[in-house]
């Protein structure tokens, strides 16, 4: 799942717009066929660490 995320109030309410539709019980039934039941990502709480020092602190974020 992705959260998108900013500070700017115009990008914030931009976000909230992308959910102006709904799927039908047969889109949501198509979609759910996708699964695969196959995990493409894994991480270690080393990984997790890493990327946690990578992004900068959030006051210093435009």
Do not use: C, W
């Not at 109030?9 to 709904?22: A, G, M």
């Not at 039941?37 to 959030?58: H, N």
């Amino acid at each position: 799942m992705v959260i998108p995320g900013s500070k700017n109030p115009v990008h914030i309410k931009d976000n909230f717009e992308l959910f102006d539709f709904s799927l039908t019980g047969a889109e949501m039934e198509e979609i759910a066929a996708l699964d695969r039941k196959k995990r493409y990502y894994t991480s270690t709480p080393e990984m997790l660490k890493r990327y946690a020092e990578m992004i900068p602190p959030v006051d210093k974020q435009k």
